[in-house]
């Protein structure tokens, strides 16, 4: 057997792995896209994302810190978070705030994603989130270890920025819709940024659910403080009785539990790119299905899913056999 068919054979296992692990993600995407259109709805609602952000935080902190004290490996977590952070070459102070990228992003959905309609709001999210899917895996700074800058990749990321113009061209001359579409795209740039930190954190811990409840104690305790700024400033918000609008936090669960444990196996850009699949999806059935405003969906949006779904697809291609060295230069 010629040792290009070795190789062949050995890489089997790790592409039949991979895309379980994107499939994962795609699952974790229909999530995320229901969480925004819930926790979109609870911060009109309220009249106020910051608290429906901490609100989704606090209850999913509090499912998974009792968790934490139910499984003795995730009760190991807090000795193996104080010995790596003080061992030489262990983990830095710095790659435990992942969860204040996930309390922005909460924030930005109670803040945009039912003004924006959750399809353009996950299209924006899109641009940031593939683009920083790349800088991350270039710079290794998740478990995966550094992932090169392909031709491929680095044009499919393009792709998707081009995409998320094309959706919201028919709000351009909305200055508030304009506007609002940066909050989720700075929430997509952190997700990556999150996801790597976090699969580090769960590697260094070696526990999911320690590392998804540290995630979310840190995201609420950023939301906390900036609730309590503004309810000096405005007082406390009207709270609505309905209890689906609080189980936003529940969702985020699993997207949050779902990146820990898959992005060793994907590495940031493949998790990203499985997420969006699934996070399209998701949303073009939330507005078919849930509108949040009469007005319906327009084409460019459609237009923009579609060519960010190419996007995604592209990419995601591998290298073609005899062209794996040829990669952008550092």
């Known amino acids: 057997m010629t040792v290009s068919a070795l190789r062949h ?49 606090f209850g999913g902190f509090v499912v998974l810190l009792a968790a934490t004290f139910a499984f003795p490996q995730a009760r190991r ?14 983990l830095r102070p710095w790659q435990c705030l992942g969860g204040v990228c996930g309390g922005y992003l909460v924030f930005t959905q109670g803040m945009a994603a039912a003004a924006l309609g959750v399809a353009m709001f996950t299209v924006a999210v899109v641009a940031g989130q593939v683009s920083s899917g790349l800088v ?23 792709l998707a920025v081009v995409a998320v113009v094309i959706a ?22 952190g997700l990556g940024w999150q996801a790597a ?27 906390a403080a900036a609730f309590a700024v503004e309810v000096a400033l405005r007082g406390l918000p009207h709270f609505p009785a309905e209890p689906w609008l609080y189980t936003g936090g529940f969702l985020g669960i699993f997207v949050i539990g779902g990146t820990v ?33 009469e007005t319906g969906i327009p084409a460019s949006t459609v237009l923009g899913v579609l060519l960010t779904l190419v996007a995604v697809g592209v990419a995601a291609l591998p290298d073609r056999p005899g062209r794996a060295g040829r990669r952008l230069p550092r």
């Open 77 to 90: 977590g807090w000795r193996n978070l104080r010995t790596e952070l003080r061992r030489p070459g262990g």
């Open 136 to 158: 991350v895996d270039r710079l290794g700074l998740g478990p995966a270890g550094p992932q090169h800058v392909t031709p491929t990749r680095l044009f499919g990321a393009g």
């Open 261 to 293: 444990a898959l992005v060793r196996v994907t590495g940031v850009l493949v998790l990203s790119l499985g997420m969006i699949a699934g996070q399209l999806v998701g949303a073009l059935l939330v507005d078919v299905f849930a509108p949040a405003a």
């Open 9 to 57: 054979q050995e890489d089997r296992p790790k592409t039949r792995e991979r895309m379980l692990g994107m499939a994962g993600a795609a699952g974790i995407g229909v999530l995320l896209a229901i969480q925004a259109r819930i926790n979109g709805a609870l911060g009109v609602r309220m009249d106020d994302g910051i608290a429906a952000g901490l609100i989704s935080f």
């Open 197 to 223: 930190v976090n699969g580090r954190m769960k590697q260094a811990v070696d526990s999911a659910v320690f590392a998804a409840m540290f995630n979310f104690g840190i995201g609420m305790t950023a939301l």
């Open 168 to 189: 919201v061209s028919a709000n351009m001359g909305s200055g508030e819709a304009s506007w609002l579409v940066l909050l989720p795209a700075l929430a997509g740039i």
